[in-house]
C-alpha cells in the first residue's frame, strides 16, 4: 500500500504551490553543501553543472515536487547560521515530454553503461523486442534480500511493488540493487540499476529524467508508467545524494560539536560494512513519513542520545547507529515516527570497574526519557579504554 | 415478464416501445431477471453497441497503431455528439451565471440548469427536483452527506454498516466523521460467492445502527445487492441507506422511491455526462434538516456579520457558482440514455456480461473476482482479473501498447477488498452499452497473445 516517504510525484496530487517552495531548497541544499565542503574546484565547477542540468533537466518542476524533503534550513545542523543567499536558477518553463533532443544533456555525459544500453535501445525498432529486452534484464537482475524490502526503500507511486536499495563501495561508487513483482517493472528498475551501479554519486544525480525519451519506451512516457520510471530514477538519486552526504560527514568535515564519529571508525568508509552505510545513510533521511528530521545520519533521538551519552559519559569512542529498518513493522515500531531501535558502540573511563550490567544499566539510566517516549530497543557494546587498547 | 418482451420484439432501437424510466413497469428489482445466457442473440438485427458506436466520435481513432478498444468504462464512460453539442451549445449561445441574473441570458442559463435538475429527478424517479443536489461528483456527494447529516446526527457509540467492498469514497469520509462523532463504522465481509454477505448485514443491523452504506453495483466483484430488502431491514431500526449508485445508474433502471433510499449518490462522467458534476439525491424531509456543507453565495438566503440564515434545499448545499454547463450536458446525457431506455441498454449489457465472463473463463490460469452469473445471480458488464503469476499492470501495459486494448489496473478504489481477496492489484475490463460482442473478441484475442507472451518469458 501506499505510504508516502518523502517522495510526493504522484501527478494526480501535485498541487502547483509545492514546487517552488522546493526549488529553493534543493538548490539551498546544493550550493550550502558544494561552498562549505572540503572537495576540491573540481566539484564547484560540477556544482555549476549539476545545478543547470537540473534545472534543464526539470528536476524540480512542478511535475516533481519531491526536490529533496531533506532540508528545511533551520534545522540542518550541519550548516553554519550565515545568512542564507538563492541563488537564482533561471528555470525554463518546462517543455512538454515529448522534447526534442536539444533539451536533453549530452549522452556522453551519461553513465557509460547507461550510453550502451540506450544504444542498445534506440537500435531495436519494434517496441515488442524492446519489451523482451527489459524483460530480459530484469530476469538477470540480482535479487534483493528480504530485508531490504523497506518503506523507505520502496518506490512510491507505483502500481506495483518495486524496492531500490544502495550502498557505496570503498571507492565511493554507488551500486544498486533492485525487485519488483511486475515484470515490466523489474525490467525498468533492472535497466536503471546496469546502467547507474558503480558510478560516482555525482554522476548519478546529473542523469536528467529525460533520457528515457531516448530509449524510445513509450512506456516510460505515459503517465502511469512515468511516475514509475521517474520516481525509481529519483529514488536512486536522492540515495545516491544521501550516500555522498554520510560519505562527507565520515570525513570529518564538519565540526559541529553534536556530530562525533571517531576517525578510526568510519562506517562509511569500511567497505565490509556495506550495509552499514546502506543503514545509516539509506535508512535515515528517507525513513519517515514527515520531513522534520534532516540530519544526514541520525535523527533527533539519535542526536540526543549521542549528546547525553557524551556530555555525562565523556567517551573516547562513541557510535550511534539507528537500525529502526531492521524492525519496521514489528510491534514496537507502529506508531511511532522511527528511531526506535539503536545500536551502541561506547568506550568510556566511566565503565571503569563496573560489571557489564552496571555498565548498562548506566546508559539505560541516563537515556531513560528517550525509553520512555518511543525508544524501543537499544544493542549495547561498552567498554573502557584499557579493555579497547588490549584487543 | 420484461425479459420476454426484450427478445422477442424486433430491436430496431429506437422505435421499439421502451419503457421509459419513470414508469411503474421498470421498477422491478434487478434481480427478478433471470438474463438468458449467451442464447439471446438477435439474428440479423444490429446489437445496441454497433447502433450507437457512431455516437461516440472518441472510440473511432487509432492507439499505438491498433484501433482503440475502450473497456474502462467503469472508471468513466464515454460522451456522446448530443452531450458535447450541449456543452458547446452553452458555451456558445447562453453561457451566463445563474439564479440571480434578470436578463436574458442568464434566465436562460438558469431555465436550462433547472430543467438539467428535473431532468435527473426524472431519471431516477425522485419526488421531487428539490431533492436533487448537484455536487462536483458522487465523491463529493458522500462527503456532503458525511459532513452535513454525519456530523449532526452521529453521537458516540452509533453505528455505520459498510462492506468491505465499498468504494474508498464511500469509506474514507466516514472513517472522518466517524472520528469525529464516535461513532464506529462495521464492515460487513463477502460470502462464498464473493457477493457482500446479505445475511451477515441483516444480522449486523441492530438498534445502534444509523446508518448503512452500500454499492449498489460493484465495481470491482460486478455483483449487485438487494437495495430494497436492505432498505426495509434498515428503516426498521430507524436507520438510513446511503447508496453509491455510480455503478447502476449508468446501466440500468434505477427508481429511488421503489428503492426508498434515503441518500443516493452518482457521478454525471460514468453516465456519459461530463465530468464535473454529480449528484446527491436525498429524501425532502432529511434535506430539510440538514446543515448546510460548504458555505458561501447561492446557499444563502440573508447574510448579516455576525450570521446568516441560508436557502432551502437543495441550494443550501449548493454553494457558489455550480458548473453549470456541466449540469445542462448531463442532462442531455440523460435525455440520450433515456431515447435509448435504460431497460434495453441493462438487457444488452447482461448478455455481454455474459460473453464476458464466459471467453475470459476460458484465459487459463485466470482468477475472476466476484459472483459466478447464473439464474439467480447476475454480474454487471465488468470483469476484475488476475492471471497467475503475471501482474495486472504488465498485463494493461502490453494490451495498450501492443493491442490499443484498455483496460484498468490497480486497486480500482477497493484496497480493503484487494487486501481481503490477497492481492495487491487486479486488472479489470468494463463494458457499456457502446461496446460490441467484437470489442470483447478482440480484448480475449488480445489478452491470450499477452498472456503467452509473459509466459514465454518464464
Known amino acids: 500500500m501506499e505510504a508516502f516517504v518523502g517522495i510526493d510525484t504522484n501527478l494526480e496530487r501535485s498541487r502547483s504551490d509545492l514546487p517552488f517552495k522546493s526549488i529553493p531548497a534543493a538548490t539551498h541544499l546544493f550550493s550550502r553543501w558544494f561552498d562549505s565542503s572540503p572537495l576540491t574546484c573540481a566539484l564547484k565547477h560540477q556544482r555549476k553543472m549539476a545545478l543547470h542540468s537540473f534545472s534543464s533537466a526539470r528536476f524540480c518542476t512542478s511535475k516533481f515536487p519531491i526536490c529533496f524533503h531533506l532540508s528545511k534550513p533551520s534545522k540542518f545542523p550541519l550548516f553554519s547560521h550565515r545568512s542564507i543567499s538563492f541563488e537564482k536558477i533561471p528555470t525554463k518553463s518546462p517543455p512538454p515530454l515529448r522534447s526534442s533532443s536539444t533539451q536533453l544533456q549530452p549522452m556522453e555525459e551519461l553513465p557509460p553503461k547507461l550510453q550502451e544500453i540506450i544504444k542498445l535501445f534506440q537500435s531495436v525498432e519494434e517496441p515488442k523486442a524492446k519489451y523482451e529486452q527489459l524483460m530480459f534484464y530484469g530476469k538477470n537482475l540480482n535479487p534483493l534480500d528480504t530485508q531490504f524490502k523497506t518503506k523507505e526503500n520502496k518506490v512510491e507511486g507505483c502500481v506495483s511493488q518495486v524496492w531500490v536499495r544502495a550502498y557505496l563501495d570503498e571507492d565511493k561508487n554507488v551500486f544498486y540493487q533492485a525487485d519488483s513483482d511486475s515484470v515490466l517493472t523489474k525490467g525498468l528498475a533492472a535497466l536503471l540499476v546496469n546502467g547507474l551501479s558503480g558510478r560516482p554519486a555525482q554522476e548519478i544525480l546529473r542523469v536528467p529524467p529525460d533520457f528515457a525519451v531516448l530509449l524510445g519506451l513509450q512506456q516510460s512516457l505515459t503517465p502511469s508508467r512515468n511516475n514509475g520510471f521517474l520516481n525509481m530514477l529519483k529514488l536512486m538519486q536522492r540515495k545516491a545524494l544521501e550516500l555522498l552526504i554520510e560519505a562527507e560527514k565520515g570525513n570529518g568535515a564538519y565540526g559541529n560539536g553534536q556530530v562525533v564519529t571517531d576517525n578510526s571508525e568510519k562506517p562509511v568508509e569500511n567497505s565490509n560494512s556495506d550495509s552499514n552505510v546502506d543503514e545509516n545513510s539509506g535508512v535515515r533521511l528517507s525513513s519517515q513519513k514527515s520531513n522534520e528530521d534532516n540530519s544526514s545520519g541520525l535523527g533527533s533521538r539519535g542526536m540526543r542520545i549521542k549528546e547525553k551519552l557524551e556530555r555525562e559519559l565523556s567517551p573516547i569512542e562513541l557510535e550511534v547507529e539507528d537500525v529502526s529498518y531492521q524492525h519496521a513493522g514489528h510491534a514496537g515500531v507502529r506508531g511511532s515516527d522511527g528511531e526506535t531501535h539503536f545500536n551502541v558502540r561506547i568506550v568510556s573511563k566511566e565503565f571503569e570497574g563496573k560489571s557489564l550490567v552496571k555498565r548498562h544499566r548506566l546508559i539505560y539510566g541516563l537515556l531513560d526519557e528517550e525509553l520512555q517516549t518511543g525508544l524501543h530497543a537499544l544493542s549495547l557494546v561498552a567498554k573502557t579504554p584499557s579493555e579497547v587498547e588490549a584487543k | ?458
Not at chain 2, 438487494?226 to 438510513?240: N, T
Open chain 2, 1 to 458: 415478464m420484461m425479459e420476454g418482451v426484450v427478445v422477442k420484439l424486433p430491436s430496431f432501437p429506437f422505435l421499439y416501445p421502451t419503457v421509459s424510466p419513470s414508469s411503474p413497469n421498470c421498477r422491478l428489482g434487478f434481480r427478478r431477471f433471470s438474463a438468458p445466457l449467451s442464447a439471446a442473440v438477435k439474428e440479423g438485427s444490429v446489437s445496441l453497441g454497433h447502433s450507437t458506436r457512431p455516437d461516440f466520435p472518441i472510440l473511432h481513432q487509432k492507439v499505438n497503431g491498433s484501433n482503440l478498444v475502450y473497456l474502462d468504462n467503469a472508471a468513466t464512460s464515454q460522451k456522446p455528439t448530443a452531450v458535447l453539442k450541449a456543452l458547446q451549445d452553452y458555451y456558445e449561445t447562453y453561457n451566463s451565471n445563474v439564479h440571480r441574473g434578470i436578463h436574458y441570458l442568464s434566465a436562460k442559463a438558469t431555465d436550462e440548469y433547472e430543467l438539467a435538475r428535473k431532468k435527473v429527478a426524472a431519471f431516477i424517479n425522485a419526488s421531487d427536483s428539490t431533492e436533487i443536489v448537484f455536487t462536483r461528483n458522487a465523491t463529493e456527494a458522500i462527503n456532503l452527506v458525511a459532513y452535513s447529516w454525519g456530523l449532526s446526527n452521529l453521537r458516540p457509540g452509533n453505528e455505520i454498516i459498510l462492506s468491505i467492498a465499498e468504494h474508498h469514497s464511500a469509506i474514507v469520509p466516514w472513517q472522518i466523521v466517524a472520528k469525529i462523532t464516535g461513532a464506529i463504522l462495521r464492515f460487513v465481509s463477502l460470502d462464498e460467492n464473493e457477493v457482500p454477505d446479505v445475511e451477515e448485514l441483516r444480522g449486523m443491523i441492530s438498534e445502534r445502527t444509523k446508518l448503512v452504506v452500500v454499492h449498489h453495483v460493484s465495481n470491482v466483484l460486478g455483483s449487485v445487492l438487494p437495495i430494497e430488502d436492505i432498505v426495509i431491514w434498515a428503516h426498521a431500526v430507524g436507520a438510513k441507506v446511503l447508496v453509491d449508485a455510480c455503478q447502476s445508474v449508468p446501466h440500468m433502471v434505477v427508481d429511488v422511491q421503489g428503492l426508498d433510499a434515503d441518500f443516493l449518490v452518482a457521478s454525471s462522467h460514468k453516465m456519459c455526462g461530463p465530468t464535473g458534476v454529480g449528484f446527491l439525491f436525498g429524501k425532502s424531509n432529511l434535506l430539510l434538516d440538514m446543515p448546510p456543507f460548504l458555505g458561501g453565495g447561492e446557499m444563502i438566503s440573508d447574510v448579516f456579520l455576525d450570521h446568516s440564515t441560508y436557502a432551502e434545499p437543495p441550494s443550501r448545499f449548493e454553494a457558489g457558482t455550480p458548473a453549470i454547463g456541466e449540469a445542462i450536458g448531463l442532462g442531455a446525457a440523460i435525455d440520450y440514455l433515456s431515447g435509448i431506455g435504460m431497460q434495453k441498454i441493462h438487457d444488452y449489457e447482461m448478455e455481454l456480461a455474459n460473453y464476458l465472463y464466459e471467453k475470459l473463463c476460458s484465459v487459463p490460469n485466470i482468477r475472476i473476482y466476484g459472483p459466478k452469473p447464473s439464474d439467480n445471480i447476475h454480474r454487471a458488464a465488468l470483469c476484475s482479473f488476475n492471471v497467475e503469476n503475471i501482474h495486472p499492470t504488465d498485463l494493461a501495459t502490453f494490451l495498450d501498447q501492443q493491442h490499443g486494448v484498455a483496460i484498468r489496473s490497480g486497486h480500482h478504489c477497493a484496497q480493503p477488498l484487494h487486501r481481503h481477496l490477497g492481492v495487491n492489484a487486479s486488472a479489470r475490463a468494463s463494458l457499456h452499452f457502446y461496446n460490441t460482442r467484437e470489442d470483447v473478441d478482440e480484448f480475449i484475442r488480445s489478452l491470450d497473445d499477452t498472456v503467452s507472451f509473459f509466459n514465454s518469458f518464464k
